[in-house]
T-cell receptor, first 115, second 115 residues
Framework: AQSVAQPEDQVNVAEGNPLTVKCTYS??????LFWYVQYPNRGLQFLLK??????LVKGSYGFEAEFNKSQTSFHLKKPSALVSDSALYFC?????????????FGTGTLLAVQP | NAGVMQNPRHLVRRRGQEARLRCSPM?????VYWYRQLPEEGLKFMVY????????ESGMPKERFSAEFPKEGPSILRIQQVVRGDSAAYFC?????????????FGPGTRLTVT
């Protein structure tokens, strides 16, 4: 069965410092991986995705993510955090070989950036 | 290009009443997904529909919940005889009309409160 784990409920980082939000996955085939961000009382906004190819994926708002097949990880990163990055971040996976487009989400990581 | 639209944004129902949640996908999208977000939890897949077809309902509770996406009009998620445990945010997402690594675009959600 497909699954996604986000081991940290919350990540605290000072503004200007690099940030990492961790995600590991489990799928039977090759994964499609996604990161979404959710601001309070809002829907999810797409940040970036990994399909195939280059292991470093660049996305919106200066975020990037590194796919590591051997560690089954897809960590979200940003070189310099902003206070406005404070939000709830979700990692999601879709099984490449699946007959359904459904996404399996992690439980989310709350990112708090202190000024 | 309007995004995914959901209404109502907030819905209050007494126990035993029916709740109807509506979702209009992005223009050009014919795949619709419904997810539920319980307080302090991540998103859980409920159902995946195409026009006039349910493709995957593996996440739908067996009783009281139903979904449709008619040829004309929005997708409807219907919850009969609501109970307090149904209180949650319900998100709709849409994607292009193919199976593949397409990101899903989310609506703002409907927050259902059962009193």
């Amino acid at each position: 069965a497909q699954s996604v784990a986000q081991p940290e409920d919350q990540v605290n980082v000072a503004e200007g410092n690099p940030l990492t939000v961790k995600c590991t996955y489990s799928v039977s085939g090759n994964p499609y991986l996604f990161w979404y961000v959710q601001y309070p009382n809002r829907g999810l906004q797409f940040l970036l995705k990994y399909i195939t190819g280059d292991n470093l994926v660049k996305g919106s708002y200066g975020f990037e993510a590194e796919f590591n097949k051997s560690q089954t990880s897809f960590h979200l990163k940003k070189p310099s955090a902003l206070v406005s990055d404070s939000a709830l971040y979700f990692c999601a996976v879709r099984d490449y070989g699946g007959a359904t487009n459904k996404l399996i989400f992690g439980t989310g990581t709350l990112l708090a950036v202190q000024p | 290009n309007a995004g995914v639209m959901q209404n109502p944004r907030h819905l209050v129902r007494r126990r035993g009443q029916e709740a109807r949640l509506r979702c209009s996908p992005m223009k050009g999208h014919s795949h619709v997904y419904w997810y539920r977000q319980l307080p302090e939890e991540g998103l859980k897949f409920m159902v995946y529909l195409q026009k006039e077809n349910i493709i995957d309902e593996s996440g739908m509770p067996k009783e009281r919940f139903s979904a449709e996406f008619p040829k004309e009009g929005p997708s409807i998620l219907r919850i009969q005889q609501v109970v307090r445990g149904d209180s949650a945010a319900y998100f709709c997402a849409s994607s292009p009309p193919q199976l593949g690594p397409y990101e899903q675009y989310f609506g703002p959600g409907t927050r259902l409160t059962v009193t």
